[in-house]
């Protein structure tokens, strides 16, 4: 929504899981490499992901499972505005807007030493805080309409949403996975459904056995 909205919105949005990248492939996939760098590099060598989002936004999810020396080759990267591709012996310029995302506290990382006190500060300009779904759950219709919109899509199936008695089950549970746990959900009913609407029959047991909380309009 950030990359949307900007003036960069026509240019490069590249999202990375660094949670999902091996520690060893990490500095390649990051900053690239030259030819012949190691065995089984590309001819020609290989832009890294930091170089393909030049002039668009670049989202870093889970940036507290980046490894320490990448942080420090990161913050060089924001302090200097270029790359150094794994082998070569040139800066290249880029501009890049950074968003990171972490599902822990990182100032508190900081303090551990876990993650880098100086990167923390660079990339701490605006910080936006996402309250946990058991926090904001007026926003469970919503997000449960957006899901079956999505499933929809492709028109095999039509599930137009979630009755009272399904919604009030969901709103009354906790999720611990936020709302990565409530799209699972969705889509698991999504499948099981066999009406035109999300019953209480097509949820998780797990989330069906708990007292349930009546909306305040019953």
Partial sequence: ????????????????????????????????????????????????????????????????????????????????????????????KVNVRIISASSIDLLNEAKKGNFRNDLYFRLSVICIKLPPLRERKEDIPLLCRHFLEKLSSDGSKKIYGVDKEALDILSSYDWPGNVRELKSCIERAYLFEKSECITKESLPTHIIKQDIVPSENE
């Fill in 1 to 92: 929504a950030i990359h949307n909205a900007s003036m960069r919105k026509h240019n490069p949005f590249i999202a990375i899981n660094c949670a999902a990248i091996p520690s060893e492939l990490f500095e390649a996939e990051f900053f690239g490499y030259e030819e012949g760098t190691f065995t089984g590099a590309k001819k020609g060598g290989k832009k890294g992901l930091i170089e393909i989002a030049d002039k668009g936004t670049i989202f870093l999810d889970e940036i507290n499972s980046m490894p320490l020396d990448l942080q420090a080759k990161l913050l060089r990267v924001i302090e200097n505005g270029a790359v150094r591709r794994v082998g070569g012996t040139h800066n290249i």
